[in-house]
């Protein structure tokens, strides 16, 4: 009785048209559903590249200030930039992994410096003379999970091309890097993950600490 009765009480051809209704309403909540999200979505593309952006820029100027201009001046140049574009917090807490936690505070605050500066001097480092390189920016992301990568490349004068990919993350401050992709795939994170485990499992949080200072002299040439 349950289906002719219902046929019975809303007709076949009203239950196709009940149908069709409920078609058109749902494809028309999809399309208000996509709509909705697209501004939302390119508002987290612009946001995540803003950072890099000013990154590039920073790196340009360092690089046309060139090896003419002191180390540590131009230190300075990308300290602020450096530490507005990367959480290097999250960086160095994924870096040494469950062993951050029984650290002291004055062990970690100790690592979280020596590991900005060391951080800042690799750039400083890298990127110390302009020969018309260019900085080509992607204009849209890679969303994964809830993070954005922010595509780059390196082109050299000669057409030569390297890929940097930056893994932001949204936080308290804003979109920031969390990780470094070279060549769109080697994770400076893991890359650094097995070395800082490795000198915390020998010697502890000072061996860390010392093996950072080491290499930001290394680079800086004993001026970092």
Same mark, same amino acid.
């Given at each position: 009785m349950g289906g002719g009765w219902m046929k019975n009480r809303v007709g076949i051809g009203s239950m196709h048209d009940f149908r069709c209704r409920r078609r058109g309403l749902m494809v028309g909540a999809a399309v208000a559903a996509l709509i909705g999200a697209a501004p939302r979505a390119g508002a987290d593309e612009a946001a995540a590249i803003a950072p890099i952006q000013q990154l590039v820029n920073g790196l340009l100027a360092v690089m046309k200030a060139g090896m003419g201009t002191p180390f540590p001046q131009r230190f300075e140049m990308l300290r602020p930039i450096i530490e507005?574009? +990367?959480?290097?917090?999250?960086?160095?807490?994924?870096s040494v992994g469950a062993l951050w936690g029984s650290l002291l505070a004055d062990q970690q605050?100790?690592?979280?410096?020596? +590991?900005?500066?060391?951080?800042?001097?690799?750039? %400083?480092?890298? +990127?110390?003379?302009?020969?018309?390189?260019?900085?080509?920016?992607?204009?849209?992301?890679?969303?994964?999970?809830?993070?954005?990568?922010?595509?780059?490349?390196?082109?050299?004068?000669?057409?030569e091309s390297h890929e940097l990919d930056y893994v932001m993350r949204e936080g308290g401050s804003g979109w920031r890097a969390v990780d470094v992709l070279a060549d769109g795939s080697i994770s400076r994170v893991a890359v650094q993950r097995s070395d800082f485990r490795r000198l915390l499992a020998r010697g502890g949080a000072q061996a860390l %600490?010392?093996?950072?200072?080491?290499?930001?002299?290394?680079?800086?040439?004993?001026q970092a």
């Open positions: 507005r574009t +990367f959480d290097l917090t999250a960086i160095l807490q994924e605050a100790m690592l979280a410096d020596a +590991f900005r500066r060391y951080t800042i001097a690799t750039y %400083v480092n890298g +990127f110390d003379n302009y020969n018309g390189q260019q900085f080509v920016i992607s204009p849209t992301t890679r969303a994964v999970d809830n993070e954005q990568v922010v595509q780059t490349r390196i082109i050299a004068k000669g057409g %600490v010392d093996s950072l200072r080491t290499k930001s002299m290394d680079l800086s040439d004993g």
